[in-house]
């Protein structure tokens, strides 16, 4: 199966999709360019990539069954690049360049739309740890650069469900005012009206397409700006690792349907609040599916193994939100406690013996 890299247009050179510049570079002559720049470029490389979606090579001819390994030919140096089946883009073992796994990313794998990573791995590392040592007692070992020069950028895919429903509500909403005149208290009831009806427009309701990650884990950062998403071009996964669906659309459209109604109800109960008493007579919610887009989402990942337990971090690349369980220094925790229980009672018996 086949394989290909953008390589620059000045002297051959792998280039690197640069968050902070939002533009290509080129590792060697440190040239830059923008998408525009290298739109002939892609362009000849998509072509390329659909002519070899059409010869209908499937990823099963050289997968081994037991354990889901692709063999690919790294089309800058030829060595052999064995990859899991839904990675789209990594990066060669031995010439360390970006190699796009050609099959992954055309026809039917072709993502629609594209959040670009917004910042360096040195700023996830940063964002990162920012929000790490907020908490107490983390291993000093988990700060160590060995340790923080494994974070990686990856793009996830989603499915981006698109929802329309029709909301119904009636009722009656209650106003309670209380006052009082001497010794007499008054109640007040003011009952009003309440209708509802109409459609809600739900757009980009999120999914993650990928099985083999914790979806629990992306959940918790999952708060993208889907106004940024950009038409996707293959020169933004240069330099980062890319992951295809293996989820289908038609395994998320309950989930979808569940999610549009919800979130209707929520609309629908928007302004509801003001009153204190509410009865509703008529509440129905009827959700259904308009269409759906394929978007590759960024995102940092860091492992962290201690004490036989794997930890597993995400940080979100648009906003750099992390996310994640910490590790516990029982050690340092037992020592500290130690201390500040010596100190309290130390404080104690000179407190005694001054009263005494």
């Not at 208290?185 to 009952?191: A, F, G, I």
């Not at 950062?221 to 989820?247: C, H, M, P, R």
Request: glycine content about 6%; proline content about 3%.
């Amino acid at each position: 199966m086949g394989t290909d890299t953008i390589k620059c247009p000045n002297c051959g050179g792998p280039l690197h999709f640069e968050p902070e510049i939002q533009k290509n570079k080129c590792d060697y002559c440190l040239s830059t360019f923008t998408n525009k720049e290298l739109e002939d470029l892609t362009s000849d490389i998509e072509d390329k990539l659909d002519k070899e979606s059409e010869k209908k090579e499937t990823i099963s001819d050289n997968l081994n069954p037991e354990e889901h390994l692709a063999e690919y030919k790294c089309d800058s140096c030829g060595a052999e690049v064995v990859t899991e089946e839904t990675t789209a883009t990594t990066f060669c073992y031995y010439c360390h360049n970006p190699v796009i796994l050609t099959d992954r990313i055309t026809g039917e794998f072709r993502p629609d739309k594209v959040i670009p990573f917004a910042f360096s791995r040195e700023e996830a590392i940063n964002k990162f740890t920012e929000w790490a040592k907020r908490y107490k007692y983390v291993p000093k070992s988990f700060y160590s650069s060995s340790q923080l020069e494994k974070m990686t950028g990856i793009y996830i895919p989603y499915w981006l469900a698109y929802s329309e429903a029709d909301v119904d509500f009636e009722g009656v909403g209650t106003n309670i005012n209380v006052s009082s005149r001497g010794d007499i208290k008054y109640t007040e009831y003011n009952d009003y009206n309440i209708m509802r009806k109409g459609k809600v427009n739900i757009n980009g309701i999120p999914k993650i397409a990928l099985r083999k990650i914790d979806h629990d884990l992306l959940m918790s950062i999952d708060n993208y700006d889907q106004t940024k998403a950009v038409d996707f071009n293959i020169s933004y996964l240069n330099g980062f690792f890319s992951e295809k669906y293996d989820i289908e659309k038609s395994d998320l459209e309950e989930s979808v349907e569940n999610s549009a109604q919800q979130y209707a109800e929520r609309i629908a109960k928007s302004d509801l609040s003001q009153y204190d008493r509410l009865n509703l007579t008529k509440e129905e919610v009827k959700a259904r599916l308009t269409g759906w887009s394929y978007i590759l989402l960024p995102v940092w990942i860091l492992t962290y193994i201690y004490e036989d337990k794997i930890y597993i971090y995400a940080v979100n690349g648009q906003n750099g939100e992390s996310f994640g369980e910490l590790p516990l220094d029982k050690k340092r925790l037992s020592i500290n406690s130690i201390l500040i229980a010596a100190v309290i009672l130390i404080i104690l018996i000179i407190g005694g013996a001054l009263i005494w």
